[in-house]
């Protein structure tokens, strides 16, 4: 397994994080018991203390007796330091060398003041000692020491520190395992992403990933996906394309062939018949042309090398020298070409030959995909922008195909691009010299009625006022 795998990454930094937090909450946890339960121990060694100390200084001849039984239902020690500073025991008997006994504690206590410490035995066992003197009158003779265990409260706090440490290993395991699974979790789709990618370098663009979550890698995911089919779409279609010009080259070149050799070789039988085949040869050097010059404003774009002449335009103008060339298409095919363009529609910055190139294009779509009806060319000026449209009553483009339309090669149904003719570029090239002039297109269409091209431009102010066109 890598260590640079994303979820070990992330696993190792929960982990660290985790063993800080259950040290430092463990230390503190054990930290709270420990000093509760000392003192505890301190308030109630003390308060008997206390106790005893009064029953010895009553001068009680039965305080003896009593002191034991107290002392042993209270589960503590008592002895006795005489003026000698020997230690006995409650029934009288020398202690010799008892281990919590100090000299300077047996000095402050026969001058008459108390102490207090923490004392440990050769085993390690904790005891909690109180000396207290007893006054007789205004001296010392003697004084009482009270010595607690703290074994049950050191098991106690042993019985603590082991559950406190299960409990934390217990956690780090659990979380240990979380990250195992999660670490999985999050890697696995990642090295499919990895792999889907990597088959996509290789230009194997049919894979897809499986995409079940709709968090950020799912949504990451669904990219990859998208990307995929974007990039096998452009592929289909560009493959399409070289198949389909080949075709749409060599058949003009096969007619100009044909039919040039006929009238070379005088095979003609009337003025008619020569007409006709002149005719078909210029016709079909006309598509050979549109078809070069496709190709060639494609070549340069994909190059990035098209540069713009940039100037104020009156679209007004434009749009009638276009109309104008393509009157006769739309006459030939019995259409109505219409133009309704608003007054005071200001110029915009642009380049002339592109933007009527656009229009053509548009122009020509418009006429060569409507049977009958019109073709309407409009343009008017809206609060921040200029609005010219190309809208035709023709077959339509169904919705599925209406996201594809503006990408290179994109033709809708090769069988309708058989009969209409075209090249599939005339969009692409639309939208790419619109957008260069800083607008934006639109399309809306519906099958079987028609479609609408929208061109928007933003306004431009030009030094001061706008320059408008009466
Ligand atoms: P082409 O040279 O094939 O017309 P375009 O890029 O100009 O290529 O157009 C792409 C496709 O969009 C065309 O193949 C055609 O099917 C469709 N299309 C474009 N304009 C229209 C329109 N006005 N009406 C219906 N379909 C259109």
Request: no cysteine; net charge positive; charged share 25%.
């Amino acid at each position: 397994m890598s260590i640079n795998r994303i979820g070990l990454k992330l696993g190792a930094a929960v982990i660290v994080l985790m063993i800080v937090i259950l040290v430092s909450s463990g230390f503190a946890v054990n930290r709270l018991f420990t000093n509760f339960y000392d003192a505890q121990m301190r308030d109630n060694t003390q308060g008997i203390a206390d106790h005893f100390t009064t029953m010895a200084e009553s001068g009680d001849p039965s305080v003896q007796t009593m002191i034991r039984n107290f002392a042993e239902f209270s589960d503590v020690k008592v002895f006795w330091l005489n003026a000698d500073g020997q230690i006995l025991t409650l029934s009288g008997a020398k202690l010799t060398n008892p281990s919590f006994v100090r000299v300077r504690d047996t000095q402050r206590l026969l001058s008459g003041h108390p102490v207090e410490f923490m004392s440990s035995d050769a085993s390690g066992n904790r005891f909690y000692v109180v000396g207290k003197p007893i006054k007789a009158g205004s001296s010392t003779r003697s004084a009482l020491y009270i010595v607690s265990s703290m074994k049950k409260i050191d098991n106690s706090l042993l019985r603590l520190r082991n559950l406190l440490m299960l409990s934390g290993l217990g956690a780090f395991l659990l979380a240990l395992g979380m990250i195992l699974i999660m670490s999985k979790l999050l890697s696995r789709p990642l090295l499919q992403m990895q792999k889907m990618t990597e088959k996509m370098a290789n230009g194997n663009w049919d894979a897809r990933l499986r995409v079940g979550s709709r968090d950020e890698i799912g949504m990451l995911g669904h990219s990859i996906n998208d990307l995929a089919a974007s990039l096998q779409r452009y592929r289909d279609t560009r493959r399409a394309f070289f198949s389909n010009i080949s075709h749409e080259l060599r058949t003009p070149v096969t007619y100009l062939q044909g039919y040039a050799k006929v009238l070379a070789d005088g095979l003609v039988e009337s003025d008619k018949e020569e007409k006709q085949y002149i005719s078909i040869i210029y016709q079909e050097s006309v598509r050979l042309e549109h078809l070069i010059n496709d190709l060639f404003d494609l070549s340069k774009m994909e190059e990035g090398q098209i540069k713009l002449t940039l100037e104020w335009l009156d679209l007004k103008e434009i749009i009638k020298t276009a109309v104008r060339k393509v009157k006769l298409k739309a006459e030939k095919k019995r259409l109505s070409l219409q133009m309704d363009l608003h007054d005071r529609v200001p110029d915009i910055r642009g380049d002339r030959r592109r933007m009527e190139q656009v229009l053509l294009n548009l122009l020509e779509n418009a006429i060569r995909y409507t049977e009958k009806g019109s073709v309407l060319v409009r343009l008017v000026r809206h609060e921040e922008a200029t609005v010219l449209s190309v809208s035709d009553t023709g077959i339509g483009i169904s919705k599925e195909e209406l996201p594809y339309i503006f990408e290179r090669f994109y033709r809708v149904e090769k069988s309708r691009a058989r009969k209409y003719g075209g090249t599939g570029l005339g969009l692409s090239i639309v939208k790419k010299y619109v957008e260069m002039q800083g607008g934006t297109v639109q399309v809306d269409s519906e099958p079987g009625t028609g479609t609408t091209f929208t061109l928007i431009f933003p306004q431009e102010k030009k030094l001061g006022k706008d320059r408008i066109n009466p």
